[in-house]
């Protein structure tokens, strides 16, 4: 069974720094594809970053240049570096993970609903 945990999530002010870990068991290999999603209260959930076994990287428009995926090279652990943090970051921010497929790579960024595995998430919270 995939299990997902996340955690490094906190309070920080506008233009610092946080690295979210997203520790992953189960099926996960290098066939994978992972991602980090975020939702704010009264928002839906939405696509940050994904990540698949060879190499592919999506990031949404709203964090390119500030924001950075990784994963080990076990696959057991997923990362979100997240730099110059602005306010509307603010968020719960979760782990996913599904089974690669490279026509469905870029589509899942923005189709949440579609991930079969998540984690519980970790809350980040920016102040002006």
């Known amino acids: 069974q995939v299990q997902l945990v996340e955690s490094g999530g906190g309070s920080v002010q506008g233009g610092g720094s946080l690295r979210l870990s997203c520790a992953a068991s189960?099926?996960?290999?290098?066939?994978?594809?992972m991602g980090w999603f975020r939702q704010a209260p009264g928002k839906e959930r939405e696509g940050v970053a994904t990540i698949s076994g060879d190499g592919r990287i999506a990031y949404a428009d709203s964090v390119k240049g500030r924001f950075t995926i990784s994963q080990d090279h076990a696959w057991t652990i997923l990362y979100l570096q997240m730099n110059s943090l602005k306010p509307e970051d603010t968020a719960m921010y979760h782990c996913?993970?599904?089974?690669?497929?490279?026509?469905?790579?870029?589509?899942?960024?923005?189709?949440?609903?579609?991930?079969?595995?998540w984690g519980q998430g970790t809350q980040v919270t920016v102040s002006a």
């Open positions: 189960g099926y996960t290999s290098a066939t994978s594809t």
């Open positions: 996913a993970a599904d089974r690669y497929t490279p026509t469905r790579f870029e589509w899942l960024l923005l189709h949440p609903a579609a991930w079969p595995y």
